[in-house]
């Protein structure tokens, strides 16, 4: 169970989907995750966290084929963190779920 993450939630947006030299595919997507509690006085409160994916090969395959936008799916994988240069020289920082297995739920 090291480094597992398991989410269950809606695509925010369309799959970006790449094709990448030597057949390689990974497809990228937002995932939304709700959760809901109420406060002392009652008062319901809703929170809405969004989740960055990556998947390689067959799970992109899965990806590219049968999720679009508003789709509420379930993945299991690993949290991963990185970081780049921008085009100004900035340092910028990714935090990512790379899936590993993908569940279709909703339509």
Aim: without cysteine; proline residues 1%; aromatic residues 6%.
């Amino acid at each position: 169970m090291k480094n597992s993450v398991q989410l269950i939630g809606h695509v925010g947006q369309e799959p970006e989907i790449k094709n990448l030299e030597g057949g390689k595919k990974i497809a990228n997507i937002s995932i939304a995750t709700n959760e809901v509690y109420y406060r002392e006085n009652g008062d319901k409160v809703e929170q809405t966290q969004w989740h960055r994916v990556t998947a390689w090969g067959k799970t992109a395959d899965i990806i590219e084929r049968f999720v679009t936008k508003g789709k509420e799916i379930g993945i299991e994988g690993k949290l991963t963190h990185r970081s780049y240069d921008d085009k100004d020289g900035n340092k910028r920082y990714i935090t990512e779920v790379i899936a590993n297995e993908i569940l279709l739920i909703g339509k």
